[in-house]
């Protein structure tokens, strides 16, 4: 995978972050990410039980920067932490898949307020999954086991909201990862669909990402979703261990694998003071 071709794209490896630790340089079972001001990136870990929920702060150099977050339900802590996202303040937003809370955060990690109740109604949530904002600082929040997609304030204020459980057009089963386009357009990965659904700020349904007419660039339970300055859509094909590519009019242009070709720069600083893991 170090270097791939395909629709006359260029997809260059260039580096990996990262190693399994319960704190510090490290993550465990690294859920999502965000980039910040001035070259930060939140890693957001889930971890495992009652270990290792945090979010940790890093640079493009490697260089570790400090983290939030712990396993609790009190005040700034995480039980299943699922997604990351920023406003146009740096402020951090997580949610919180078991506390059906979204917890917000200043840039630094020192916790503000959180916002979210368990429920069905309007505003309400259960195992609430990916979260994305859009160019208005509205916050949209995929509401998982609710099948749904609803929008909200910064301070959690509940705006509007689309979707239901089903296999039609436009419906949800498990909906998972969101992003949102320049545009403002709304993508959705529909997990237990295997689609991606692309959708208009109010919520009409504009176009579909599935297997194509010559088979190729099926998903299987696909979790996040991401779009690039030219409209191509990556997804994160869960069920398939590949990351699914398409341009703008949903035509499968590659998958990329991964092969890991090397340590991280911090697992290279682990094993050099620590031969007997070689």
Known sequence: MLTTVAA?????????IGMYSQSSTGFWTPQDFVFGE????????????????RVSKINFDHEFQGQFGSFGGEDGRFMWPRS???????RVYVSDEYLNRI??????????????????????MNGPSGLAFDSHDTIWVVDSMNHR????SQIGEFQSGFGQQGAGDGDFEMPWGICIDKNDDIYVSDWGNNRVQKFSPIGELLQTFEESS??????KGPSGVAVDSDGDVYVTDWGNHRLQI???DGQYI??????????????QTYLAGNPEHL
């Open 103 to 124: 917890s917000v955060f200043d840039a630094e990690g020192a916790f503000r307020y959180h916002f979210g109740r368990s429920g069905s109604g309007e505003g309400e």
């Open 8 to 16: 006359g794209r260029v997809y260059d490896y260039s580096y990996c």
């Open 149 to 152: 997609v609803q929008s909200f």
């Open 38 to 53: 001035n070259e930060r990136i939140y890693v957001l870990s889930r971890g495992v039980e009652q270990l290792g929920q």
């Open 254 to 267: 590659t998958a990329l694998v991964g092969d890991a070709q090397e340590p991280s720069p911090w697992h």
């Open 84 to 90: 990351i996202d920023l406003d146009q303040d740096g």
């Open 214 to 219: 010559n088979g190729v660039g099926s998903l």
């Open 246 to 248: 398409y341009d703008a």
